[in-house]
């Protein structure tokens, strides 16, 4: 399952849009993000926000932010309740959907199925789709998030122990 999606972000020309309840990558594909963000590739995720039923999945997410702001991603955090869409669309065409969460449960414990579709129509449909929910997302701001209370800094660096349960 790693795979499949780390070949498919690597594979990204021009866009990725990433929804998913639980965002815990592991080195390559935390790395793949970052590469292509830097390259030129526009790379936005819509994560949960406070509305969660795994607090200490979300600090080891947010551990990430800071990584991933730099590289040039755009992260919003879903709003209104808990968000548990779980699809990546890769430059308009290619598209995966299924139950893999981007965390270590679902590359290593869990049998999860997922299919990947390259259909334009489809992930036209997914992107926009996307683009509703993050219309009811918070876009972190990297100033701010920069700025941040010491204690969620914390929290989130002691998230780390969680990693491999979340």
Do not use: C
Not at 94 to 102: C, D, F
Not at 114 to 137: N, Y
Not at 141 to 165: C, F, V
């Amino acid at each position: 399952m790693a795979y499949f999606y780390l070949t498919a972000v690597m594979a990204a020309r021009e866009r990725i849009a990433i929804a998913t309840p639980y965002f815990i990558p592991d080195g390559p594909l935390l790395r793949a993000i970052q590469v292509r963000a830097r390259a030129g590739v526009s790379v936005r995720l819509l994560l949960p926000g406070p509305e969660t039923d795994n607090p200490w999945g979300r600090l080891s997410t947010q551990r990430h932010y800071e990584s991933l702001m730099d590289a040039g991603v755009e992260i919003h955090e879903y709003q209104p309740t808990f968000l548990h869409s779980k699809f990546l669309v890769i430059d308009g065409a290619w598209s995966i959907v299924g139950s893999p969460n981007l965390n270590s449960r679902s590359r290593q414990l869990d049998e999860e199925n997922a299919f990947g579709i390259l259909d334009r129509a489809f992930a036209k449909r997914l992107e926009a789709s996307f683009a509703a929910d993050l219309a009811h997302g918070k876009r972190i701001d990297r100033g701010e998030w920069r700025r941040r209370n010491p204690l969620a800094r914390l929290l989130q660096w002691l998230a780390i122990i969680t990693d491999q349960q979340s």
